[in-house]
Structures are given as C-alpha cells and as structure tokens.
Nanobody
C-alpha cells in the first residue's frame, strides 16, 4: 500500500520560497501520478500541480504558473513542489496525493486520487 508523507511547510514572508517534499513508501512512484493540492480555511481543496507517472507531463493551476515547479526524484521515491514568489493567497494546508496510472497525463481533480498524505501547513505573512 502506498503511503505519502509531506514535509517542508512553514511560515514565510511574501515573496519568499519554500520547497515541499512528498516522500512515498510501500510502492514506487513509477506507476503513480502525483498531485499537489491545497486547502485554505473555508475553501474547497484545489489542485495546484501534478506530474504523470512517467514524469514527462506536468500541469499547474493558473494561479501558480511561473512560480511553482513540480519535480520528482525516483531514486528517493519523492516528489517536490518548489514554491517561489509566495503570496498571501498561497496560504493553506498542502497535500500530496497519488493514483495508479501509466497514462502520460495527470489529473487536477481530487476525486481521481486514492492515496493522500496528512498535509503540511504553508503560511505566507509579513
């Protein structure tokens, strides 16, 4: 069974950077599409970015394009989300999630994802 653990969240000033990590265990990421989602207080969970099981296809929400970069290290079985130029509206709990797929695409919709981490808090404030 695939298990996911996020880390790297914290408090950062506007314009700052954070790198989130999603460490997987129990299965290798070669067979899974991985997504990053976030949920702000009082808001629905939204897709931020995803990467296909091959690693060759990525997607980003319009609100983070040009600022966030998703990547993965197969040797470490870990997916990263590099977040630059952070804004107050990026606040939320960030979750990584996975679903098994060999397609060269990944989904932005939470309903496709069957495995979820516990989340890591990101706060952007001066």
């Amino acid at each position: 069974q695939l298990q996911l653990v996020e880390s790297g969240g914290g408090l950062v000033q506007p314009g700052g950077s954070l790198r989130l990590s999603c460490a997987a265990s129990g299965r290798t990421l070669d067979y899974y599409a991985i997504g990053w989602f976030r949920q702000a207080p009082g808001k629905e969970r939204e897709g931020v970015s995803c990467i296909s099981s091959s690693g060759s296809s990525t997607n980003y929400a319009d609100s983070v394009k040009g600022r966030f970069t998703i990547s993965r290290d197969i040797a470490k079985n870990t997916v990263y989300l590099q977040m630059n130029s952070l804004k107050p509206e990026d606040i939320g709990i960030y979750y990584c999630a996975a679903y098994r797929s060999r397609a060269n695409v990944c989904s932005e919709y939470p309903r496709f994802y069957g495995s979820w981490g516990q989340g890591t808090q990101v706060t952007v404030s001066s």
